[in-house]
């Protein structure tokens, strides 16, 4: 029995100089790359944060040049909208200084229209009171 404790402890000791080489060969590797993927993660985390950084600064930037040119833009934007409304106003004014000029010859025609109303008032005001009258004195001779 003692044999076999001495064989098995002798295979052992082979095997573990076989296998205990390769396999903390392999530990090592893998605790190399964990390594190595630390630090390009934090590499990464830097050039992020660099990044950000950067894009802040840059929106900054874009808001200053937006503070600068944007007043301007939104100045030549309004300043051609008053154009375009002065343009239908000074066409408006015209009109209505044509219109005035011609008010004469309009007022002639509203007062000539109002004269043929008041006529046919007139003339309806007539025909009603003599049908009127007629419906009444056939009510007396019938």
Known sequence: MTHDWQ???TLLGAAAAIIGVPLSAMVLYLKAIREDQRAFQT???QRASNIEADCDR???ELDRVR????TRDDWMRESMVVRSQLARLT???ARLQAELESSRGLA???VRATHAIIELAD????RLSESGSACGRADLTG
């Open 7 to 9: 064989l098995i402890g």
């Open 123 to 126: 003339r309806l005001g007539r």
């Open 58 to 60: 840059m929106d900054r």
């Open 43 to 45: 590499q990464m985390l």
């Open 91 to 93: 066409e408006l004014m």
């Open 108 to 110: 002639t025609q509203f």
């Open 67 to 70: 503070a600068r040119y944007t």
